[in-house]
């Protein structure tokens, strides 16, 4: 009977698809549970830990935010990510806009080429990237990420956006120019306002990636104040020996889900860019 | 005004020769078609017009004034493209005034040409609308409305009626060609079919592969074609070709009729026509066969008006004639026209 | 009018053409780009061979050129080559699960449900979420007193008791012992990448035209054969990408490997990112943290190559 075999197929993938949700997600949904569990239910290895056996507390989030440097490192976070941004902005939007636009055939090799050094791991060049930043005696200090950073946002957000400025029909530009404005002029009026999205799809990325990045943070910077959320958490949140694990999980979670929400919503632009035209 | 002097004009893609020492001048105030199958250059030519696209060889001048190297906005010409270029984040009305603006003028005086260009297209009503809800009519007039807000001296048109359903290609070709009349804007037009530009153009310069093959008014290109390329692509069916030698025999399908029905008092030859197959097509009839012997057979088509009721069939074999004034000759080689007779 | 010489008429505003400016406000606008990433990517890397050539210290960071000294020394270190195995195993087996449930992922992905939003966005957490935070999320699954894994397998018997399958321990030390501790780290490497390679799959997946498929069912084919002879061999371009991409992310990664187990047990899980860190930063011998580095390049270079070679032949649709 069909019905039953739609009803089996219906519920294989709903099966299917919870297995990986649940997979996918369930360190997430931990953590949420560990932020409000009293510490007494959470390190008693015998209580269910899916379960509040005990009344949820709010004693992991006073103290992550009152008596650890989180929100420094969250500040300090924002801030790194900020500037980044821009200078991502200011560097990746006319080099993509050049190269989707002028020159034919080396335009599109030099473009592939800029978003290869994505590629480039931070394992590799970041001891010669940690001689050149003490060099400039900005060791220990958050500039030093500022001034790093670029190296995976430009390549990566010239790409996305040489996509993006390809796909705005060469006509308008052509009919501005016609009308009057210079080349420069037709871009700033007719271009740019077109581009809204293709800017803001930079911004998220340039932003995330900031947000994300580890190992030159980790390399950077060892005073506990200058910290990134993505390494003060897991490196400062411990004394001693031992893991605070309720502010841990509660540091993790805060920094983790806004980022998370606005970077699914882009995520479709984000692939754009790695496809890189395999689909259209 | 609106004189467009082109000398040697070229262009190169690589090694390819898009455009190939073109010279050619407008007259003023006329409507020139530049016709030719895609590729033959027509397109690249426009835009060096235009400025958009920078010639490999040779000079160009608008109105006396050397142009060459000079970008569009300093040439006072205007462009439609096939797309219309509709500006999509602006309304009808801020699309008009694109031009305008960008030369500085004042707010009152925008308002006034605006209107002006907008009623001369009937879309006064639209001014408040986006591009992306209007139909394709709607914004190939916009379009031109653009064109003609800053009274340019030259008009360019890239096949700005091919986007548009058959219906509403014949009634706008026909607005186009009125309005071009009332505004006395010289034109320049390109497009690939030879209905469009022989029904449209004062004169019509016929391309192929980067070169003029002729330019003339549409009954010069028609009855006297300067090769076998112009004879072969205007005219639908195209001219007949008869192998003679070094010569090719041309004649048009509409004068190659039953012999009875040809009048020609200068002389007339005579073929026995093989018919193979029959066209019915209300106005007229297309009667596809063969002339000459079997081992010469060589293939041509006759147009007999719908007036002609003669019944053919096919299999049949029919005495059909051309005038001999209705002949052309062409050398086999250069494909070049023989002149033999007839208006030089 | 026509009849003069053009070039006799004054021209007016001419100039040098206006090409040439623009030609050059081309290059004006992809300078810095270039510059920034010659500066910043290239010299440093150049630097990076240049170091590991040397006997720089953190504390004599001269570079003097001794030759390849270091890599021999890397070579004759056991450490080294685990790390160097670890690296291309824990890639290798990660990535060709990732591979398989990404593939099928997507494809339920591309059916209708509802919650459709939400499920994506569960999904797509252990990639968009920051990669330390969300490792330490495992740090705690992975707990060797607290880790709820334990829990609910001692809580259905396969563990903590005399004669269950998985010992009589109360917990399994998944970050303590050598083998499990591979299989954790291998764990979350799949865990991490597979949302990225299920949307990458799942933009190829969607990219199919359709009347390909309604064609092929029109003439017979069945399911499973619409899938071999078409969806695969169209997505092989896709699937190739999400691959390739999979496998620098994993071959590079530092992160998981570092916050769930600092390359131990006893350097058991280290990989070359990890290792170059604690030789040539905690360490202090730049040096040979640089040669050590330097080995993960010539794959890099080859999945460079492949991806490039992949995404030209994409024109096929």
């Given at each position: 009977m069909p019905n039953v075999r739609k009803l089996a197929s219906r519920g294989g993938l709903y099966t299917l698809l919870g297995l990986f949700v649940f997979f996918s997600a369930f360190p997430f949904y931990w953590m949420v549970i560990a932020t409000f569990k009293s510490d007494h239910d959470l390190f008693s290895p015998l209580n269910n830990p899916f379960l509040f056996n005990e009344p949820a507390t709010l004693d992991h989030l006073k103290l992550l935010l009152f008596d650890t440097h989180y929100l420094t490192y969250l500040w300090n976070t924002l801030a790194v990510g900020l500037v980044v941004v821009v200078i991502t902005l200011a560097v990746a939007v006319p080099a993509a806009y050049a190269l989707a636009r002028w020159a034919r055939g080396w335009g599109e090799m030099l473009g592939i080429g800029i978003f290869l050094t994505y590629l480039v791991p931070p394992t590799i060049l970041f001891i010669p990237l940690s001689r050149f930043t003490s060099f400039l005696g900005l060791q220990e200090s958050l500039w030093s990420l500022i001034l790093v950073y670029p190296t995976f946002t430009i390549p990566f957000c010239t790409w996305l956006l040489m996509g993006f400025f390809k796909t705005i029909p060469k006509d308008i530009e052509e009919q501005a120019m016609i009308d009057g404005l210079s080349r420069f002029g037709a871009m700033w009026k007719v271009v740019l306002p077109l581009s809204i999205s293709g800017v803001l799809t930079v911004v998220v990325f340039a932003f995330t990636l900031s947000m994300h990045e580890f190992i030159y943070a980790l390399t950077f910077i060892s005073v506990s104040v200058k910290k990134t959320v993505s390494i003060g958490v897991p490196e400062e949140l411990v004394r001693g020996d031992v893991f605070q694990w309720g502010p841990l999980m509660a540091g993790a979670l805060i920094a983790s889900l806004p980022v998370a929400v606005v970077y699914t919503y882009f995520l479709d632009r984000f692939v754009a860019g790695f496809t890189m035209g395999a689909v259209k | 005004m609106g004189c467009v002097e082109i000398r040697g004009i070229s262009k190169l893609f690589g090694n390819t020769r898009a455009v190939d020492h073109v010279d050619l001048a407008t007259n003023e105030g006329e409507f020139l078609v530049l016709l030719g199958p895609s590729g033959c250059g027509k397109t690249t030519l426009l835009r060096m017009i235009a400025g958009i696209e920078e010639p490999t060889e040779g000079e160009m001048a608008i109105d006396g004034r050397v142009v060459t190297n000079l970008p569009p906005r300093m040439r006072n010409i205007a462009m439609v493209f096939q797309s219309y270029a509709l500006y999509p984040h602006m309304t009808v009305y801020k699309n008009i005034a694109f031009p305008l603006h960008s030369r500085g003028m004042g707010k009152e005086a925008v308002r006034k040409k605006v209107e002006w260009a907008a009623a001369m297209f009937k879309i006064g009503r639209l001014l408040d609308r986006k591009p992306r809800e209007l139909s394709g009519g709607e914004r190939q007039r916009v379009a031109l409305a653009r064109a003609m807000v800053r009274e340019p001296s030259v008009f360019l048109l890239d096949e700005p009626l091919s986007n548009l359903d058959a219906l509403l290609r014949t009634s706008a070709r026909e607005e186009l060609r009125q309005f071009q009349r009332r505004v006395g804007v010289t034109t320049i037009y390109v497009t690939h079919d030879q209905v469009e530009a022989m029904g449209l153009g004062d004169r019509i310069v016929v391309m192929s592969q980067g070169k003029i093959r002729q330019i003339g008014t549409p009954m010069e290109i028609y009855?006297?074609?300067?090769?076998t390329f112009v004879a072969t692509f205007v005219g639908s069916p195209p001219m007949n070709l008869l192998d003679q030698g070094e010569t090719l025999l041309g004649f048009r399908p509409e004068t190659f009729l039953p012999a009875d029905a040809v009048e020609g008092s200068e002389g007339v030859v005579t073929y026995p026509f093989e018919v193979t197959y029959l066209e019915y097509l209300g106005a007229e009839r297309l009667v596809y066969g063969n002339v000459g012997e079997k081992s010469h057979a060589r293939h041509v088509v006759s147009r007999l008006p719908g007036?002609?009721?003669l019944p053919l069939e096919a299999g049949k074999s029919y005495p059909f004639a051309v005038a001999l004034r209705d002949l052309r000759r062409f050398d086999k080689k250069s494909g070049l026209h023989r002149k033999e007779g007839g208006p030089s | 009018m026509s009849g003069q010489p053009i070039s006799n008429r004054p021209a007016y505003g001419?100039?040098?053409?206006f090409r040439d400016r623009e030609s050059a406000l081309a290059k004006l606008m992809i300078a810095p780009a270039i510059l920034y990433i010659v500066a910043m990517i290239g010299v440093p890397f150049v630097l990076a061979i240049l170091y590991s050539l040397s006997d720089a210290t953190t504390g004599d960071p001269y570079i003097r050129i001794v030759g390849l000294r270091n890599f021999a020394a890397a070579f004759a270190d056991p450490v080294f080559r685990l790390s160097l195995w670890n690296t291309v195993f824990f890639t290798l087996v990660s990535q060709c699960f990732v591979v398989l449930l990404s593939r099928l992922l997507a494809t339920a992905l591309l059916k209708k449900f509802r919650w459709k939003g939400l499920v994506r966005f569960l999904i797509m957490l252990p990639w968009t979420a920051p990669i330390s935070l969300g490792t330490i999320g495992w740090l705690w699954m992975f707990d060797s007193i607290f880790s709820p894994i334990d829990w609910v397998l001692r809580y259905v018997g396969l563990l903590g008791t005399p004669g269950a399958l998985l010992g009589a321990g109360t917990n399994l030390y998944y970050l303590g012992i050598p083998g499990l501790a591979i299989s954790s780290v291998i764990l979350v490497d799949i865990w991490r990448i597979l949302p990225l390679a299920t949307v990458i799959q799942l933009a190829g997946l969607s990219s199919i035209p359709k009347d390909l498929l309604e064609a092929a069912e029109v003439d017979g084919a069945t399911p499973w054969h619409r899938t071999l002879k078409i969806t695969i061999p169209l997505t092989l371009p896709i699937t190739s990408i999400a691959f390739l991409f999979g496998v620098v992310f994993t071959f590079t990664d530092l992160v998981v490997v570092y916050v769930l187990t600092r390359g131990g047990p006893v350097n058991t899980t280290q990989v070359l990112s990890t290792w170059t860190f604690f030789r040539g930063i905690e360490g202090g011998n730049l040096a040979e943290g640089a040669a050590i580095s330097l080995f993960m390049f010539p794959v890099l270079a080859a999945v460079a190559i492949l991806i490039l070679r992949t995404a030209r032949r994409t024109e096929v649709v």
């Open positions: - | 009855l006297w074609p300067a090769d007036s002609l009721t | 001419a100039g040098e053409g």
